[in-house]
């Protein structure tokens, strides 16, 4: 019998640490890489960063062997949304025997700290790396003003 709640607390206290570690195990139990080494999809959404040099941003998404074919870009405002499918690619007449390549698709939206000019927005691929150039609109740019 408990004397005290402080034994009821370190009970709950063993059990919620028991459940957090048999979470982490099944969690990780049949990748074949660890936790943050190597590329892959986080929630489905590719890593993307965010930069701005004052006049544009310019985002850098990973969508490693997607092509441009496969990847939609929209734009409104200062509103962006990514999607990006890839089919399977086992050729035909062979037989699978381990896939960690499968298909996926993704979407995913964001929104920008300014709004960008969508007309004059440009976007390419290499290396699995999908760039971004965003110009920002022309009320979104900072204007310096004289004093008279």
Request: a negative charge; hydrophobic letters at 35%.
């Amino acid at each position: 019998m408990w004397t005290n709640v402080n034994d009821i607390d370190g009970m709950f206290g063993a059990m919620n640490l028991l459940r957090s570690r048999m979470n982490r195990f099944f969690t990780d139990f049949d990748q074949s890489y660890g936790q943050s080494p190597g590329w892959r999809f986080a929630d489905g959404l590719p890593r993307t960063n965010l930069y701005d040099n004052g006049d544009q941003l310019e985002i850098w998404a990973e969508v490693p062997g997607l092509s441009k074919d496969e990847i939609n870009i929209k734009i409104q405002g200062n509103y962006l949304e990514l999607n990006g499918s890839r089919k399977p690619d086992m050729p035909e007449g062979y037989q699978s025997h381990r896939t960690e390549r499968g298909a996926f698709t993704f979407t995913r939206s964001m929104t920008l700290p300014s709004d960008v000019d969508a007309e004059k927005a440009e976007a390419s691929l290499k290396d699995g790396i999908l760039i971004l150039t965003l110009p920002k609109a022309e009320t979104a740019k900072p204007k310096q003003i004289a004093v008279k």
